[in-house]
Each structure stands twice: as structure tokens, then as C-alpha cells.
């Protein structure tokens, strides 16, 4: 059971706009940042979204990052089949653990 | 250019202890911070503890409190996970990551390929 709800899957077609949600609480994503990681098959993470809504140089800017309260979402438009992965949020909390989602697998119809 | 080194894979016996290393190049090795996070076979991402080598801080999540130990070298930007009294669930990939700014804009923007844990009898 993890710390940060999101749901165990999500889809689209290609050019179409998916978002993905992260669930949390007062003491780790109201009271911290947010990051969204990018897995993709027999490969270690990768930093998509950081701070929230920051992306790092070489993402492109059809992914995008946003919060509000205990709650963080991450948008992709303009869905391409390269897409295709799991994604992860993650953020600190207040009791000194580092905590993630349970991860959404993106299938790209 | 910063890159995470990891050591190879690793097969133990139940009740043994293993330990995993990470060197780290092109970054600034004291100040950053070196998370571990594993993954088990088809599951998701799952923190298991961080150190600051400069202060040889650690933090460990609570599931493996007196079963983990972080330590870092700085004469050899090297760091280490050594977990101990392992079982079957154990059996992971175990990634080091740097988290160069810490709590509350805690995020890794590089990662090691992760070291293949295995846990069998």
C-alpha cells in the first residue's frame, strides 16, 4: 500500500491529452514538492517533473506538472506511442520518509 | 556529467547480508545527497534511505529501520547500502539516485542502473 494514490492505469490515443493524478496528505504533498518519474521497460527512472511543475532541459514541454493541496496531477498532451511507460509521483514527507505512488502504467492505443 | 556507477548482481541466502555500492562522478559528491530505492520484481518504486556524505547524515525509511545501513565514502565518492537478515522480498533491483537539494524539493535527477538483488535458498 503506498503512501501516494494513483491509479494503476491509464490510456489514450495518439495526439490526445492524458492526465494522471497523485493523491497525498497535509504532511507530504501539501507541505512539499512534487516529482513525476518516467519508467520505461527494464530501465531506471527518469526525472520528468520536478518542483512541481519544472520540467529538467531535454523534456519536452508536451509534459506538464501542477498542484493543488494534497492533490498533484501530470498532464501529457500530444500523446505519442514513445509515451508509452510507467509513471510515478513522489515527494517527501514530514515524518523524514521519502514516499511514491503506487505508479500508473500509460498504454497508448 | 553525472554519472552513478553500481555494482554487480548479487545472489545471498536467506538470513545473509548483502551490500551494494554506487560511485559517483561529475558531481559534487559531498554536498549531494545519495538515495537508495528499490524495485521488486513487477512492483513499483519503494525508498529504502538517503545519506549526506559531507555530514554523514542518513535517513532511513521506517520499514527498514535496524535492518539498513547507508554509509558513504568521501575519499572515494563512493556509497553504500548493506541490508541485512534478508528474505525472499527482499529480492529487488536496488537503484542509487542523487537528490542534489533536498527536503522540501526532494528529487533525483540522476540514477544508477540499479543492482539486481536476488534472495533465494
Known amino acids: 500500500q503506498s503512501v501516494l494514490t494513483q491509479p494503476p492505469s491509464a490510456s489514450g490515443t495518439p495526439g490526445q491529452r492524458v492526465t494522471i493524478s497523485c493523491s497525498g496528505s497535509?504532511?507530504?504533498?501539501?507541505?512539499?514538492?512534487v516529482n513525476w518519474y518516467q519508467q520505461l521497460p527494464g530501465t531506471a527512472p527518469k526525472l520528468l517533473i520536478y518542483?512541481?511543475?519544472q520540467r529538467p532541459s531535454g523534456v519536452p514541454d508536451r509534459f506538464s506538472g501542477s498542484k493543488s493541496g494534497t492533490s498533484a496531477s501530470l498532464a501529457i498532451s500530444g500523446l505519442q506511442s514513445e509515451d508509452e511507460a510507467d509513471y510515478y509521483c513522489?515527494?517527501?514527507?514530514?515524518?523524514?520518509?521519502?514516499?511514491f505512488g503506487g505508479g500508473t502504467k500509460l498504454t497508448v492505443l | 556529467q553525472v554519472q552513478l556507477v553500481q555494482s554487480g548482481a548479487e545472489v545471498k541466502k536467506p538470513e545473509s547480508s548483502v551490500k551494494v555500492s554506487c560511485k559517483a562522478s561529475g558531481g559534487t559528491f559531498s554536498s549531494d545527497a545519495i538515495n537508495w530505492v528499490r524495485q521488486a520484481p513487477g512492483q513499483g518504486l519503494e525508498w529504502v534511505g538517503r545519506?549526506?556524505?559531507?555530514?554523514?547524515?542518513?535517513n532511513y525509511a521506517e520499514k527498514f529501520q535496524g535492518r539498513v545501513t547507508i554509509t558513504a565514502d568521501e575519499s572515494t565518492n563512493t556509497a553504500y547500502m548493506e541490508l541485512s537478515s534478508l528474505i525472499s522480498e527482499d529480492t529487488a533491483i536496488y537503484y542509487c539516485a542523487r537528490d542534489p537539494l533536498g527536503p522540501p524539493y526532494w528529487y533525483f535527477d540522476h540514477w544508477g542502473r540499479g543492482t539486481l538483488v536476488t534472495v533465494s535458498s
Open positions: 518542483s512541481d511543475n
Open positions: 545519506i549526506i556524505p559531507m555530514y554523514d547524515t542518513t
Open positions: 513522489a515527494s517527501w514527507d514530514d515524518s523524514l520518509n521519502g514516499v
Open positions: 497535509h504532511s507530504n504533498i501539501a507541505a512539499n514538492t
